[in-house]
């Protein structure tokens, strides 16, 4: 099964819509970690966002906000006021601390910001 | 600079030629990954190392090999590559011997086999 989903394979906004990328993820463990990754068109993977189990608050940084609900086991991503720049592919994940050291990948998310 | 060397960044190759992707971390990390990224599956892990001498298996292990004889160095190891080892690989790492901290990537390794 998989553990971390991301149902919406490709989002296409016009410039200055905001847009909310979904991130349903599975475990057993009380004690786990989530995190958000972008990969812009040139490849890298660039860290977003870590999340403990235990911290449910929402965090924003700038136009980018997370909401983190474990009664829907869900970590969306909502970037406000989309540019140009955050087309990417953005990737939600999981470890978990029983395992400890296995990570798990969502498939991502392609977003299009259309100018 | 702090950063994740792998090379090379492109490779092609043919079935059965083995090969080895290195991957190389400056910041004293514990822990060290490897992952592939396929299309529509997102990154999958292949083998992570949470020390020196100390490595073990992830989702997608078959037909990959791995060692961690120092703890800057974790290269990628295809002995027999096969087509369906047609890949973008990524080396990671983080501070200590854990998956939960933050994860530090290297820019890449696109492998063809033929």
């Known amino acids: 099964a998989q553990k971390v989903t991301q149902a919406q394979t490709e989002i296409s906004v016009v410039e200055k819509e905001d847009v909310t990328l979904d991130c349903v993820y599975e475990?057993?463990?009380?004690?786990?970690?989530l995190f958000w990754y972008k990969q812009p068109p040139s490849g890298e993977l660039v860290f977003l966002i870590r999340r403990n189990s235990f911290d449910e608050q929402n965090e924003i940084s700038g136009r980018y906000s997370w909401n983190f609900q474990k009664s829907t086991s869900s970590f969306n991503f909502t970037i406000t006021a989309s540019q140009v720049v955050d087309s990417a592919v953005y990737f939600c994940a999981l470890s978990e601390k029983a395992t400890g050291n296995q990570f798990y990948f969502g498939t991502g998310t392609s977003l299009t910001v259309i100018p | 600079e702090a950063q994740v060397t792998q090379n090379p960044r492109y490779l092609i190759t043919v079935t059965g030629k083995k090969l080895t992707v290195t991957c190389s971390q400056n910041?004293?990390?514990?822990?060290m990954s490897w992952y592939r990224q396929d299309p529509g599956l997102g990154l999958r892990q292949i083998y992570y190392s949470m020390n020196v001498e100390v490595t073990d298996k992830g989702d997608v292990p078959e037909g990959y090999k791995v060692s961690r004889k120092e703890k800057r160095n974790f290269p990628l190891i295809l002995e027999s590559p096969s087509p369906n080892q047609t890949s973008l690989y990524f080396c990671a790492s983080s501070l200590e011997g854990q998956g939960t901290n933050i994860q530090y990537f290297g820019a890449g390794t696109r492998l063809s086999v033929l």
């Open positions: 475990t057993r463990d009380t004690t786990y970690y």
């Open positions: 910041m004293n990390h514990e822990y």
